[in-house]
């Protein structure tokens, strides 16, 4: 059994090196890019774009949307009741730990260690959901950012905006930031929009109507 949780998770470990790699490729490559830019220029320009007349209406949206991604199939492939079970017994495991070496307790120290493996792989075995949501993620998340990133370079008015600490601020400047202004915007929308949506998710995580869903979407094999 051991070495069978070992081998999941190294194969988790290979497949997010795997999704590393072509996200560094696919962003690193100007020409797929250009084609993934392209692609979903036709879908969310007519959407999301306001044709270019409010980039900030546009930015946040497109946020959201991320946000909102991330956070559904992150609660889809997370089994949060396991991931706490996992929490408070690390969380014991190192107060007693911590106790028995306090106290010189060696026998006590030596059994505990002997628990230790069990503890990581209950909290890699509660984290491995987190780590397949990433898939889905990259699928979506990357392209919608790309497309962003094409469609914000191509807009040639409403390129300024104004801020409660000033006025006629560049999207494109970095004013201080060592990121652009528009992607400071992005982060902060994303943000304040994540701290809402992952709640609302996580709330209705615990919900009887949410677990009848997750079971149909996703049946347990007996």
Not at 98 to 114: D, I, P, W, Y
Not at 145 to 153: D, K
Request: no cysteine; glycine share 8%; proline share 3%.
């Amino acid at each position: 059994m051991r070495k069978l949780d070992d081998v999941a998770q190294v194969g988790q470990m290979m497949l997010l090196m795997l999704l590393l790699f072509v996200m560094i490729f696919i962003f690193g490559n100007e020409n797929i890019r250009s084609v993934v830019a392209l692609s979903l220029n036709s879908v969310f320009a007519p959407i999301i774009g306001f044709g270019g007349a409010n980039p900030l209406l546009t930015i946040m949206l497109a946020g959201i949307i991320v946000v909102f991604l991330s956070s559904f199939f992150t609660h889809m492939f997370t089994d949060w009741k396991a991931m706490g079970q996992a929490q408070e017994a690390s969380k014991a495991f190192n107060k007693e730990i911590t106790k028995a070496r306090k106290e010189g307790n060696t026998n006590r120290v030596q059994k505990l260690m002997k628990m230790q493996p069990q503890i990581m792989r209950m909290t890699t075995q509660s984290s491995g959901g987190m780590m397949k949501s990433m898939f889905f993620l990259f699928i979506f998340i990357a392209p919608i950012f790309i497309w962003l990133t094409y469609f914000l370079g191509n807009i040639v008015y409403y390129s300024y905006f104004t801020v409660p600490w000033g006025s006629g601020v560049s999207l494109f400047g970095r004013d201080g930031f060592l990121m652009s202004n528009w992607f400071f915007l992005y982060m902060l929308f994303s943000f304040l929009a994540g701290q809402l949506i992952r709640q609302s998710f996580k709330w209705i995580s615990w919900s009887s109507w949410w677990k009848n869903i997750r079971k149909t979407i996703r049946p347990s094999v007996k």
